[in-house]
T-cell receptor, first 116, second 115 residues
Framework: GAVVSQHPSRVICKSGTSVKIECRSL??????MFWYRQFPKQSLMLMATSNEGSKATYEQGVEKDKFLINHASLTLSTLTVTSAHPEDSSFYIC????????????FGPGTRLTVL | QKEVEQNSGPLSVPEGAIASLNCTYS??????FFWYRQYSGKSPELIMF????GDKEDGRFTAQLNKASQYVSLLIRDSQPSDSATYLC???????????????FGSGTRLQVQP
């Protein structure tokens, strides 16, 4: 149980284009989803937290107009990187947390974004 | 002071030995504690979680929690080369800015198990 998928696993795009990444909880309802970014040899950096049906809460320094997050259902959240630039190239990882007393977050496999 | 602190390593142990990974945290109100393993180029995977003081064992892994000392550790018995990875400690702590609890991750300890 507690499987989280991400799509695509890898994407290469040209500078200026937008990229959408999907995160799905496959066997549980995710009341909260989290989006992280990780640069090579660095630790996870939380970008934003989204609760189903409400606006995402962004971490300090993360541009909400550039990283659009939608959590439209209890099993799906999307992150759109708008007008991507080479400095946005990174490993983007989502995680999901279900309802109930457990605080456990389950991670998706990640999406490696390369902006040319 | 960082909220969750880990020694970055690398921690090098011979195959078959016990690897001991340590983590300290600053939020005394934290209720739940997690260990994740992350292989290079992959996303973190949950190893185990612990809520109560004391030890919790799962196979070759033992998590130890001491809330009074704000300390949580992970022991890996009979270490294997396949255990070589970065181990992330995560603590569920109160976020003043969001008014909610969220996991705060340490920067991870890199473990190398030598064959």
């Amino acid at each position: 149980g507690a499987v989280v998928s991400q799509h695509p696993s890898r994407v290469i795009c040209k500078s200026g284009t937008s990229v959408k990444i999907e995160c799905r909880s496959l066997d549980f309802q995710a009341t909260t989803m989290f989006w992280y970014r990780q640069f090579p040899k660095q630790s996870l950096m939380l970008m934003a937290t989204s609760n189903e049906g409400s606006k995402a809460t962004y971490e300090q320094g993360v541009e909400k107009d550039k990283f659009l997050i939608n959590h439209a259902s209890l099993t799906l959240s999307t992150l759109t990187v708008t007008s991507a630039h080479p400095e946005d190239s990174s490993f983007y990882i989502c995680s999901a947390r279900g309802a109930g007393r457990t605080d456990t977050q389950y991670f998706g496999p990640g999406t490696r974004l390369t902006v040319l | 002071q960082k909220e969750v602190e880990q020694n970055s390593g690398p921690l090098s142990v011979p195959e078959g030995a016990i690897a001991s990974l340590n983590c300290t945290y600053s939020d005394r109100g934290s209720q739940s504690f997690f260990w994740y393993r992350q292989y290079s180029g992959k996303s973190p995977e949950l190893i185990m979680f612990i809520y109560s003081n004391g030890d919790k064992e799962d196979g070759r892994f033992t998590a130890q929690l001491n809330k009074a000392s704000q300390y949580v550790s992970l022991l890996i018995r009979d270490s294997q080369p396949s255990d070589s990875a970065t181990y992330l400690c995560a603590v569920n702590s109160w976020r003043r800015d969001t008014g909610r609890r969220a996991l705060t991750f340490g920067s991870g300890t890199r473990l190398q198990v030598q064959p």
